[in-house]
Nanobody, 121 residues
Framework: QVQLVESGGGLVQPGGSLRLSCAASGIMFSSYAMGWYRQAPGKQREFVAVITSGGRTDIADSVKGRGTISRDNAKNTVYLQMDSLKPEDTAVYYC???????????????WGQGTQITVSS
C-alpha cells in the first residue's frame, strides 16, 4: 500500500528555518512528481512546491526565495527546506505524489497525513 509520511514540523520563531521530510513507500518513487501543499485553518489547501521526476522545480510565489524542494530517490524521500519563516507560513504541510497527467491519459495522486508548522514568537 502507498504511504507518504511527513516529518520535521514544529514550532519555530519568525525568521527561523525548518526542513520537512516526506518518506514514500509503495510507489515507484523516482517516477513520481513530488510536491508540498499546505492548509491553514479556514483556508483552502494551497500549492507550495513541486519537483518532477526529472528534477524540475516550481515554487509558489508565497515562498519563493525562502522555500527549496529537493528529492533523494535513493531514500524515497522529498524535502522542503523553509527559511525565513513567517507567521503566515503556519499551516499543516502535506506531501503529495503524482503520476501521469493529460498526456498519458491517467493520473494517480497520493497524500500524506500532514505535519504542522507553527511560526510564532
Amino acid at each position: 500500500q502507498v504511504q507518504l509520511v511527513e516529518s520535521g514540523g514544529g514550532l519555530v520563531q519568525p525568521g527561523g528555518s525548518l526542513r520537512l521530510s516526506c518518506a514514500a513507500s509503495g510507489i515507484m518513487f523516482s517516477s513520481y512528481a513530488m510536491g508540498w501543499y499546505r492548509q491553514a485553518p479556514g483556508k483552502q489547501r494551497e500549492f507550495v512546491a513541486v519537483i518532477t521526476s526529472g528534477g524540475r522545480t516550481d515554487i509558489a510565489d508565497s515562498v519563493k526565495g525562502r522555500g527549496t524542494i529537493s528529492r533523494d530517490n535513493a531514500k524515497n524521500t522529498v524535502y522542503l527546506q523553509m527559511d525565513s519563516l513567517k507567521p503566515e507560513d503556519t499551516a499543516v504541510y502535506y506531501c503529495n505524489a503524482k503520476l501521469g497527467g493529460a498526456i498519458v491519459g491517467y493520473n494517480l495522486n497520493y497524500w500524506g497525513q500532514g505535519t504542522q508548522i507553527t511560526v510564532s514568537s
